[in-house]
């Protein structure tokens, strides 16, 4: 089995945006991400932490918005509106709980298009799915994270792809990315039958689920590429949705966790935030 590693990547991408964002406060621009954190889950703050430390490393300004105290939507969206309101702050992340009385969905549609750098709004999701030359849209990071580890190593067009997970933030949005780009996509999620008759049969597979671990060799073939986007925790540790080890002395290449698309991610919503002003600048200019 080899491990794929993003670290080479990041550095790169990181170089560039040091170097974009120093050109922007030159002409007296200060790229602002504002995280609103919705939740008191120590793996809500963590995540948080690691936005801000990425940010702080290439010179974007960073604010976090504690609303775990707010008990309802209205509350929510009362703060969330006067943020996104406001010029100094040019990308926007929500960051949920599980509160069973305010839906993630309506609280992550409170982002304008414009401020949303994590490409989840009903405007970025809709324009990714009519994918029109001319439109200026977001994509979210995790699955553009997912697609450049992938083309480290092979070309997506004409491949034919299984993405295992049909979530929101990932499943959903990747599929349709890869179908962009020219892959054949089978998507499986809990109600397919035999899924790994689907991913063994693929070329390349993708896999979030947020299932730590529970994807071993039964779900692969010999040769493929298997990113894995899974985000879990065993014994207090950072764990994927592939099982590494039980794909040892597999003739497989897998990306890493930790190592993997998570540090790519943070990048790659940096990335986002560049695009978010020179769509707002371009705007501005017509």
């Known amino acids: 089995m080899q491990k794929i590693y993003s670290r080479e990547i990041v550095a790169a991408r990181k170089a560039a945006l040091v170097e974009a964002i120093g050109a922007l406060r030159a002409r007296g621009v200060v790229p602002k991400l504002a995280a ?21 490393e290439v010179g974007a300004d960073f604010e976090g918005v504690d609303l775990s105290h707010a008990g309802s939507y209205g ?4 703060h969330m509106r ?4 406001r010029p100094d702050i040019h990308g926007v992340i929500v960051v949920m709980s599980s509160k069973p009385e305010v839906d993630e969905i309506d609280v992550t549609n409170l982002v304008p298009a414009h401020k949303d750098v994590d490409g989840l709004s009903v405007g970025n ?16 990071a995790t699955p553009r994270a997912c ?20 979530g929101r933030t990932v499943g959903k949005p990747l599929a349709n ?33 947020g299932r730590p671990r529970f994807f071993g060799r039964d779900y692969f073939s010999e ?3 298997v990113v894995d986007a899974g985000v879990g925790f065993i014994d207090g540790k950072l764990a994927g949705d592939v099982d590494g080890a039980a794909l040892e ?28 002003i020179a769509h707002a600048e371009a705007a501005h200019r017509l």
């Open 147 to 166: 697609i450049a580890l992938a083309e480290t190593q092979e070309r997506l067009a004409g491949k034919t792809v299984a993405v295992i997970g049909r």
């Open 177 to 209: 990315m890869l179908v962009n780009a020219g892959a054949t996509v089978t998507v499986c999620h809990s109600a397919t039958q035999d899924i790994p008759k689907f991913s063994r049969a693929a070329d390349i597979v993708f896999v979030a689920t």
């Open 75 to 78: 509350e929510i969206a009362t």
């Open 249 to 276: 002395g597999f003739d497989i290449r897998l990306t890493a966790v930790p190592g993997g698309v998570g540090p790519l991610t943070s990048v790659l919503i940096l990335e986002n935030l560049l695009a978010l």
């Open 82 to 85: 006067a943020l996104c309101a």
């Open 36 to 56: 609103v954190v919705c939740s008191a889950d120590p793996a809500a703050l963590s995540y948080v932490a690691v936005k801000r430390k990425h940010a702080e």
């Open 125 to 140: 999701l809709g324009a990714l799915l009519q994918n029109g030359p001319h439109q200026r849209f977001i994509a979210p």
């Open 223 to 225: 040769g493929q590429l």
